[in-house]
């Protein structure tokens, strides 16, 4: 399919590295650090996941190079978990060779259930070489996050908490919003007492509120965690944290492979939908 990238261009910073530069540069003098995510995932063949890892490591050198504040996500299946996880591990390891010598943190996205268990276990062998140089996302709405978010907050990992993207079933997932809000907070609560840096990813304001109040009362110092949002939504919302004293991260996302990321976007808001209409008659 090759829809017109003008469709995505509220959420997707552009097609090239080059063309995301611009948004990066605007977020951090606004004191928004960013993570750049190189679209795509589901690799199914070992030559396309092998071009991605030197994609990624070029963008890494092209974040220190052009001496950005952005850390790097990626998604495990563009690395070849739907072909092999030693294969994917070892595709893993090199990627966080060149990130750790380069001095950028790398961000392991979560995608749909299908893929929790082999990401999980991948992370945490990752962190036994790579320490704090990579984190994890756990979802609200998953049932088995309830036992994930001990195990891993018990290693210290750095996680981003997030509600979740996927459509999952009942089963696997909680669906209902106002449980699924409360989960977050428990699960966000776990994080912000018994890890080092919890990544609170949301545009809720039911959540932001929360955790602006629940860190008050318990004492946790904005130093100690940070906001993340998505390019493209809330943007005066990151500005105002960021110039109230707290650490707030954005999530840019660019590349030509944007179309499922773009979907979900989609998906999640009705009003996301008039955001990508109107782009299309301003231009
Ligand atoms: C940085 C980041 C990284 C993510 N990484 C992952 C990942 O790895 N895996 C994954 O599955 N999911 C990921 N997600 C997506 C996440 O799981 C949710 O699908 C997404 O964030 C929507 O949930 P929400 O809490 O932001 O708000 P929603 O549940 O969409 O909205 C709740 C309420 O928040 C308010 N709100 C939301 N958006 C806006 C807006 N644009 N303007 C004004 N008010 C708004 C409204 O009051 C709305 O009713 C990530 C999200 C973020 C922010």
């Given at each position: 399919m090759n829809l017109p990238f003008i469709l995505a261009k509220r959420f997707v910073a552009g097609e090239e590295f080059g063309q995301a530069i611009g948004a990066v540069r605007e977020l951090n003098s606004k004191g928004i650090a960013v993570s750049l995510d190189l679209l795509g995932e589901n690799v199914k063949s070992r030559e396309v996941a092998d071009q991605t890892l030197v994609d990624y490591q070029d963008l890494i050198k092209g974040i220190a190079d052009e001496g950005l504040n952005s850390s790097i996500s990626i998604k495990l299946t563009m690395l070849g978990l739907d072909i092999d996880a030693d294969y994917t591990f070892d595709n893993l390891s090199r990627l966080l060779e060149t990130a750790k010598s380069n001095g950028i943190f790398v961000r392991i996205d979560m995608e749909g259930s299908d893929y929790t268990d082999l990401t999980v276990s991948t992370f945490k062998k990752a962190k036994e070489s790579f320490g704090s140089n990579v984190g994890i996302v756990l979802q609200a709405?998953?049932?088995?996050t309830a036992h994930d978010i001990n195990e891993l907050a018990g290693i210290n990992a750095d996680v981003r908490i997030c509600k979740g993207a996927y459509s999952e079933p009942p089963n696997l997932a909680i669906r209902s919003m106002s449980e699924i809000r409360n989960a977050y907070r428990l699960y966000a609560t776990t994080l912000l007492q018994r890890t080092s840096y919890p990544r609170i990813a949301t545009h809720d304001d039911e959540l932001i509120n929360w955790t602006k109040s629940y860190t008050n009362t318990e004492g946790i110092?904005?130093?100690r965690y940070e906001f993340q949002m998505l390019y493209g939504l809330r943007q005066p919302t990151c500005e105002m944290l960021a110039e109230d004293g707290y650490n707030v991260r954005v999530y840019v996302p660019y590349g030509t492979m944007w179309f499922p990321y773009f979907t979900r976007r989609l998906k999640e808001r009705k009003e996301n939908v008039f955001f990508v209409l109107s782009a299309m008659f301003k231009n």
């Amino acid at each position: 399919m090759n829809l017109p990238f003008i469709l995505a261009k509220r959420f997707v910073a552009g097609e090239e590295f080059g063309q995301a530069i611009g948004a990066v540069r605007e977020l951090n003098s606004k004191g928004i650090a960013v993570s750049l995510d190189l679209l795509g995932e589901n690799v199914k063949s070992r030559e396309v996941a092998d071009q991605t890892l030197v994609d990624y490591q070029d963008l890494i050198k092209g974040i220190a190079d052009e001496g950005l504040n952005s850390s790097i996500s990626i998604k495990l299946t563009m690395l070849g978990l739907d072909i092999d996880a030693d294969y994917t591990f070892d595709n893993l390891s090199r990627l966080l060779e060149t990130a750790k010598s380069n001095g950028i943190f790398v961000r392991i996205d979560m995608e749909g259930s299908d893929y929790t268990d082999l990401t999980v276990s991948t992370f945490k062998k990752a962190k036994e070489s790579f320490g704090s140089n990579v984190g994890i996302v756990l979802q609200a709405y998953l049932h088995r996050t309830a036992h994930d978010i001990n195990e891993l907050a018990g290693i210290n990992a750095d996680v981003r908490i997030c509600k979740g993207a996927y459509s999952e079933p009942p089963n696997l997932a909680i669906r209902s919003m106002s449980e699924i809000r409360n989960a977050y907070r428990l699960y966000a609560t776990t994080l912000l007492q018994r890890t080092s840096y919890p990544r609170i990813a949301t545009h809720d304001d039911e959540l932001i509120n929360w955790t602006k109040s629940y860190t008050n009362t318990e004492g946790i110092g904005k130093e100690r965690y940070e906001f993340q949002m998505l390019y493209g939504l809330r943007q005066p919302t990151c500005e105002m944290l960021a110039e109230d004293g707290y650490n707030v991260r954005v999530y840019v996302p660019y590349g030509t492979m944007w179309f499922p990321y773009f979907t979900r976007r989609l998906k999640e808001r009705k009003e996301n939908v008039f955001f990508v209409l109107s782009a299309m008659f301003k231009n």
